[in-house]
């Protein structure tokens, strides 16, 4: 069930009234059923492993809460528990890819192992939950207090609206709220419409019809020039992000109309003067773990700047990894660890060379910085989007304009294809300028729907034709065939 499909227009309504309607004490049970529903209805075995991963994870979490004064046990019990967490990641998610790379070396030797002999089939939403398993074991393990309540716990990881694709929650957060007795204000179902409605245009309208453009660009890569291959990236670029943040303000809507507050993932990336604030910005719930649970365990900052870089690095190579079982993916993480250790080289000299501090200090630097940023995360989706290094490489190569063939635009026929939604194309620059403005707006006149352009006061009896003209466009250009959000593949 995707948050784009009519199944789900007909499944949040009726669990959010049943929630409203439903007594206080059984809220939690009727959401915890509707998860499992939501999750089951793509396939029911693997909502058994989601349940079996809570059940294991609880009841690591009590015995470690019930030995305060045992540093080795409670140790011994969380790295137990991160180990089967991740192990069960990885045989879903990267058991070909070990196979396939063992291969790669056994075949020097004349050996090969053999094949798998069933599919194993990537569980939805596994990489997030998890996360979200070991950030509470970690956190219990420093101190932080367990889940007591079984079925406050179970519903952490498989909370419909993010079990999925995230925001990446942290418990402290998130049990809390269904602790507590609340209404349903006018002003939070206002937000929830806005930010659902919001979140399928970006994604549907948007990042959609970019989407069919990125998939003829990427299709034959052989034949784009190197302005082609630019094209192709910015286009990838725009539309990973109206995609995922699309993702993000359905899920934050879906969660907004039950009371739920759930972390926001984005905040105007693309307008970052460095790497660093870059990632502060772009998929923030995944760089917040990140630095909690990976950055800092490795020793932060900690050794002097260069064990520092050499953290970044491998924090991003990890990044890397967790996006996908394919060395591209590998590469594409050790690009953005090399991002940010040498945008951290570069605050280190900006501090101690006058050459460089009058540079950082300047007044154009800042817009050259954001240029110098975008471009840089540009260029590093050239190795995301392709589906083998080789593609990549050779993507990369037309990048640096090291290609044979003319500069120019190609002749190549990048028409996009007469399919259901595509005549939305031709608006899709104005489209992209009214959202960046509206985008922009918001962060210079905060409002009630973080993350979509406030409409001051004074204009709130537009809001209606607002949220009319939006579910107007959504109803005209929808596919008949929704696309999956391209962070449901991680």
Known sequence: MLFNSTEYLIFLPIVVALYWICPFKYRTALL???SYVFYMTWKPIYGLLMMGLTIANYFIGLSMAARPTEGKARKRLMVAGIW????????????????????????????????????????????????EFIHYLVDVYRGSAPV??????????????????????????????????????????????????????????????????VSRFFAHPDLLTSVDAWLACYAFAFQVYFDFSGYTDIARGSAQLMGFKVPINFNLPFLSSSFAEYWKRWH??????????????????????F???????????????????????????????????????????ATVNTFCKNVAEAKMFKP??????????????????????????????KLLFITPQPIGLSAFDLTIPAVSGSAIYPMLPLILLVLTAGQIWTNKYPGPINGIAPI??????????????????LMAFSPDIAPQFVYFQF
């Open 84 to 131: 089967m967490n991740v192990l069960a990641l990885c045989y879903f998610k990267y058991a070909y890819f070990c196979r396939d790379s063992a291969n790669g070396i056994l075949s020097l030797f004349h050996f090969e192992l053999p094949k798998i002999p069933f599919d194993i089939i990537l569980p939805l939403g596994i990489s997030f939950f998890v996360f």
């Open 307 to 349: 064990c520092a870089e050499r953290n970044l690095f491998l924090t991003m190579l990890i990044a890397g990894v967790w996006h996908g079982a394919a060395m591209h993916y590998v590469v594409w993480g050790a690009y953005q660890g090399l991002a940010l250790a040498m945008h951290k080289e570069w605050r280190h000299w």
């Open 148 to 213: 007591k309540n079984f079925m406050e716990f179970a519903l952490f990881p498989s909370f419909f609206p993010t079990q999925i694709a995230g925001p990446i929650k942290r418990y402290q957060d998130f049990c809390p709220q269904l602790r507590k007795p609340h209404k349903l204000t006018v002003q939070e179902f206002d937000t929830g419409i806005e930010l659902l409605l919001f979140g399928l245009f970006k994604k549907v309208i948007v990042g959609d019809g970019i989407g069919m453009l």
């Open 368 to 397: 050259f910085a954001i240029l110098l940023t975008f471009n840089t995360f540009v260029f590093g989706m050239a190795m995301f989007r392709s589906e083998t290094i080789a593609t990549g490489l050779a993507m990369t190569q």
């Open 284 to 305: 923030i719930s995944l760089g917040l773990w990140l630095k909690d649970y990976v950055y800092i365990p490795l020793g932060g900052s900690k050794g002097g700047r």
């Open 32 to 34: 915890l059923l509707a």
């Open 456 to 473: 001051p006061p004074r204009f709130n009896f537009l809001r209606p034709v607002y949220l009319a003209a939006m579910a107007c466009i």
